[in-house]
């Protein structure tokens, strides 16, 4: 069993910045992928970025160049950087973790951090 608790989210200004943090605990979880996953109000949920844990990473187009995903193992934490923050970001963002690879399937979910992009 692995549990995840996401922190970070919050309202910011477009072109803002926001650092979102996935912690997980109950499992070995450097063996895991961990993922962030939104979902806006009225659409589907949206993989936004993924890590493996290899290191390996990958984006969703709609974030390339703009969203860094990073994991620190020893303090079992998934980081998200955003910048240049959009009002599409807006969302809630879910951290989520599979024993295999990025596009396995998630079986872990976090409860959610709420991201609001509005002037």
């Known amino acids: 069993q692995l549990q995840l608790v996401e922190s970070g989210g919050g309202l910011v200004q477009p072109g803002g910045s926001l650092r979102l943090s996935c912690a997980a605990s109950?499992?070995?979880?450097?063996?895991?992928?961990i993922g962030w996953v939104r979902q806006a109000p009225g659409k589907e949920r949206e993989g936004v970025s993924c890590?493996?844990?290899?290191?390996?990473?990958n984006y969703a187009d709609s974030v390339k160049g703009r969203f860094t995903i990073s994991r620190d193992n020893a303090k079992n934490t998934v980081f998200l950087q955003m910048n240049s923050l959009k009002r599409e970001d807006t969302a809630v963002y879910y951290c989520?973790?599979?024993?295999?690879?990025?596009?396995?399937?998630?079986?872990?979910w976090g409860q959610g951090t709420q991201v609001t992009v509005s002037s």
């Open positions: 890590i493996e844990s290899s290191g390996i990473t």
């Open positions: 989520a973790a599979t024993p295999g690879w990025c596009d396995s399937g998630y079986d872990y």
């Open positions: 109950g499992s070995t979880y450097g063996y895991f992928a």
